[in-house]
């Protein structure tokens, strides 16, 4: 197969250049006059009367090869005046037209950064989705701003078939995190978190993305690694100076103003900004090996004094606040010769309390093990930065970005009610947590135009990443509250133990290199090689400390007095914990090569074909039990893959296409999802994950229709299919000895179907006293169908492998984390006060349906995550050329999030309520302020 390919590549290469025909050409600059002549990039060139088009490059360039004769040039883009031009076109000659365009009427309106290209606009981010041959969706700057988007998690739920689950990230098409991808400029970016599959995207402030590429398709040139969405994220590019800054607060009804506690590190100012958690490292003395260390009296009185111990302090939540500042400039310089960069920093922090209940089941399970009401006090910081430099001539573009995230996550969580089925009603568990994240990607991309008619080019790219993750002393402490905030309590078992995990990402490497030769009688037909490729090393500790002693009452608040004293008496002893399988190391390579045909056969079909091989290597190194001085045991997992892709596009006229897509790709497990530590709570429930996980191959089909109405419309229509080998799957099983077990298996096979809907209408086409309004919805129906396997593959802590039989509860069922259907609409308004102050009012929904949370097993039936419905409200002001607000009311609804018991298993739930697990967010009301100088 793959010779053939090479052959058929080969010949039509040959084939096509051997045609010579003496043509003539027509070419020149587009340029922006509402922003002082910047060259106007993605506008759309055509010869009157044909299909023959083409759309200008990021420097506002275009060209046509035509037969001699005479024709009417047409320039257009989308929310702009159309221009026309006679030209006479002799054969062997250019003809050079430049054109000036302007938005006549249409008035811009709250763009998050001036000064970035136009390819943000949501206009100009449609004719791009026209005009794509393979399917794929965008969001940039000005929509995102528009509806009030804060970052690009959000961002994307817009997109039709993405939902947003609390803190798991993105689902696209009802597949989970574990399904995506992620790109950052076209090149392959790690993870900075090993319970997320790639960086969640609500740390990436909208003021540093220009645009979100999202692809749900498969095409060569992009990682097999996914079955949901591939998200390239292309950071902000400088068209022109700009300075601006925003400071913003935000209220939180139930949030906001209550009763709030926090650890003794995190109250202070290097805790507001995100710098706490230096004091919370593992203590110095025990070394980089875990050992059975018994603490000296020093070394105790040493790890809880200070803001190490388990003080918190117990105040009123403040409100939110934000800032972020941007500078970028533009500087052209001779012989066609420009360089520009941007520097953009962030910072946000947030104060969140979330009340509810918390419940699992015992082994049989009839009745609740724990059941908790459950208070959370979480404190959220992020801060960004990103510098940019670009530098471009006739024929080589060359671009620089550095990106850095920070963040915390302080928390308090009390979970009060009974524990363990131990029939006492005030026990009280409190666990006090720091996860915090530091994340560095550099990265240096270049593209060259080896012919000056840019017909043959060459682009490439590398990247140097290095993250790191931490849980800094994560502690918890049990016993009986008695009063306010009096509790009783011993040291011993799992009380007052304390966790150190970390995950450090020491370094991740990522490269493309892509040739590109456009050919044919008039250069529409293309022909891509390339490579590209990652490499990450990854190494992770997990360390515990306990304590031996007796029984005491204390303050919860102020308890480290009563330790202190304890140890100075030698009432209790601490001493380290930890088992041999504290430490394991992950290496994995991914390799990839590509080869990609897009040819043109007439004025109306495209078909881009390519193949994709791509392999790929994981070594996990770790010990069982046993000595800390045993050798490490390797897991090593190969696959070599062969993934090839159809895309086909059928331009029925010039405002709507059928298109046609085929793939298949593949999918591998989030780290904490195979790696083989078993992460422990204070209830005595665990995350476990599962060595032996295997990967998904994923079998993808698309057919979708597309209407361009005008400028400013859209209406598609799709359906979509998926065969899913191996589907990866989270489920619970109950442990007697050790309370609920999160653990992921593979099912047998999956098959997904649906159907997506799109669209964006001028409600003028009612009434013309609604020429100011606009109405958009995405909405997709799913079926899916999950087949179990009769047994499974388990593994236990000293490595042994065995073969039982499979434990879930329903034989076939839907796909875990699959919504039937969801749906996501917007309703915009704009208006003006004045002259020069504009506005945009946009009402924002969404809403998911049922799905399963985690598979039952042992006759339990499934965990269900109930539907939200999210409503906001955004009121964006341009008041004058400096000044701009933004209104935001979120969550409106303030709907409870629940997952809830099934109960249509062999095992029948006798209690009162199904309810597991719920919280309510507040409803969010935030202002922010732009000032532009």
């Known amino acids: 197969m793959k010779f053939n390919l090479r052959f058929l590549f080969i010949a039509l290469f040959i084939c096509t250049i051997s045609i010579a025909q003496n043509k003539g050409t027509i070419s020149g600059v587009l340029t922006d006059k509402e922003t002082n002549n910047a060259a106007l990039p993605f506008a759309n060139v055509l010869i009157k009367g044909t299909n023959i088009s083409v759309n200008t490059d990021i420097d506002g360039k275009y060209s046509l090869n035509v037969n001699p004769g005479n024709y009417t040039i047409v320039f257009s883009f989308v929310g702009y005046e159309t221009k026309e031009a006679p030209v006479t076109v002799k054969a062997d000659e250019t003809v050079v037209i430049n054109q000036i365009l302007s938005s006549g009427s249409y008035t811009l309106k709250d763009v998050v950064v001036k000064s970035t290209a136009n390819r943000e606009k949501e206009t100009a981010l449609l004719l791009d989705q026209k005009n794509a041959v393979v399917i794929k969706q965008s969001i940039g700057a000005q929509e995102m701003s528009r509806k009030g988007v804060s970052d690009v998690e959000e961002g994307l739920t817009k997109i039709t078939g993405i939902t947003k689950v609390g803190s798991r ?13 992620l790109l950052i400029n076209d090149l392959s970016a790690p993870t900075n978190n090993p319970f997320s599959k790639i960086v969640p995207l609500d740390l990436f402030p909208t003021n540093i993305v220009g645009v979100i590429d999202v692809y749900k398709t498969f095409n060569p040139n992009i990682y097999g690694d996914f079955a949901g969405g591939t998200f390239n994220i292309q950071t902000s590019k400088v068209t022109k100076s700009v300075t601006k800054v925003n400071i913003g607060v935000g209220y939180t009804t139930g949030n906001s103003f209550k009763d709030f506690l926090l650890s003794g590190d995190a109250d202070s100012a290097a805790g507001f900004f995100g710098f706490n958690g230096k004091d919370r490292e593992l203590p110095s003395f025990l070394g980089s090996t875990a050992t059975r260390q018994t603490f000296t009296t020093e070394q105790s009185l040493n790890s809880v004094s200070g803001d190490k111990g388990f003080n918190v302090s117990k105040s009123k939540s403040p409100l939110n606040s934000s800032f972020n500042f941007l500078h970028a400039d533009k500087f052209d310089l001779s012989n066609d010769r420009s360089i520009s960069y941007i520097f953009s920093l962030n910072y946000d922090n ?7 209940v918390d419940r699992t089941l015992e082994t049989a399970g009839h009745l609740y093990y724990n059941n908790f009401v459950t208070t959370e006090y979480r404190f959220k910081t992020t801060s960004s930065a990103l510098i940019g430099v670009n530098y471009n001539t006739q024929r080589l573009k060359l671009a620089f970005n550095s990106l850095y995230i920070k963040t915390t996550l302080n928390s308090i969580k009390d979970q009060l009610g009974e524990l363990n089925q131990n029939g006492v009603n005030n026990t ?119 304590s031996i002693g007796g029984t005491f009452t204390s303050d919860m608040n102020n308890i480290d007095a009563r330790i202190i004293s304890d140890i100075n008496s030698g009432n209790v002893i601490f001493n380290e914990s930890s088992n041999t399988t504290y430490k394991v190391k992950l290496n994995e390579i991914a390799n990839a090569g590509y080869a990609n045909l897009l040819w043109k056969f007439g004025e109306s079909l495209e078909v881009n074909a390519g193949v994709r091989l791509e392999s790929t290597l994981k070594e996990t190194f770790y010990r069982t039990l046993g000595s800390f001085d045993d050798p490490y045991k390797l897991k090593k997992y190969n696959n070599n893959y062969v993934l090839p892709s159809l895309n086909v596009k059928y331009l029925l006229n010039d405002t709507s296409n059928i298109r046609f897509a085929a793939s298949k790709t593949y999918t591998r497990p989030v780290v904490m999802e195979s790696f083989p530590i078993s992460y422990i709570n204070a209830d005595n429930t665990s995350t476990q994950g599962n060595a032996l996980l295997k990967n998904s191959d994923n079998y993808n089909v698309d057919l979708k229709y597309e209407l361009f109405p005008t400028a400013k419309e859209m209406l598609t229509f799709g359906v979509f299919g998926k ?15 050790s309370g609920t077990v999160t653990t992921f298996l593979n099912s047998d096979s999956a098959n997904l179907y649906g159907a997506e809907v799109e669209f964006l209408l001028g409600l003028n086409r009612i009434s013309e006293s609604l020429e100011h309004f606009s109405f958009g919805l995405n909405a997709s129906l799913m079926s899916t169908k999950v087949t179990v396997a009769p047994t499974y593959e388990s593994q236990d802590e000293d490595g042994n492998i065995t073969v039982k ?40 929904y969404g809403v998911f349906g049922k799905r399963i949370f985690a598979v039952g097993t042992n006759g339990q039936d499934n965990t269900y995550e109930l ?17 701009d607000i933004k209104f935001t009311a979120d969550n409106i609804l303030n709907p409870e999030r629940r997952l809830e018991f099934g109960n249509d298993g062999t095992n029948k739930i006798t209690e009162s309520s199904l309810l597991a697990n719920s919280y309510k967010k507040g409803v969010g009301f935030s202002v922010k302020l732009g000032y532009t100088f």
Do not use: C
């Open 350 to 356: 947030n104060f969140a309390v979330r009340e509810g």
């Open 169 to 181: 990230g993105l689902f696209v098409r009802g597949l989970e995190d574990r399904y995506n991808n």
């Open 867 to 883: 539907p939200v419905n999210q409503l906001d409200l955004v009121w964006g002001s341009k008041i004058s050329e400096h000044f």
């Open 805 to 844: 039989n499979s434990i879930e509860t329903h034989h076939t069922r839907s796909l875990q984390g699959a919504s039937d259907w969801l749906v996501n609409s917007d309703l915009k308004y704009e208006f003006n006060l004045g002259k020069d102050w504009t506005n945009t009012l946009s009402l924002v």
């Open 428 to 546: 009280l568990i409190r666990t006090n947590q720091l996860d915090k994240s530091n994340y560095l990607n550099n990265q240096l991309l270049g593209e060259y135009n080896l012919t000056e008619d840019k017909n043959q080019t060459i682009k490439a790219g590398v990247s140097y990443a290095i993250t790191k993750y931490e849980q800094p002393d994560r502690k918890f402490y049990s016993g009986t509250k008695e009063g306010n905030d009096q509790i009783n309590t011993s040291y011993g078992g799992n009380n007052f133990l304390r966790q150190y995990l970390t995950v450090d990402g020491d370094s991740y490497f990522s490269a493309l290199a892509e040739y590109n030769l456009k050919f044919g009688s008039d250069k529409q037909n293309k022909l891509t090689l390339g490579y590209n490729g990652n490499n990450s090393k990854m190494e992770s500790s997990y360390r515990f400390v306990s």
């Open 723 to 737: 065969h899913i080998d191996n589907p990866i799957e989270r489920t619970f099983i109950s442990n007697a000895t």
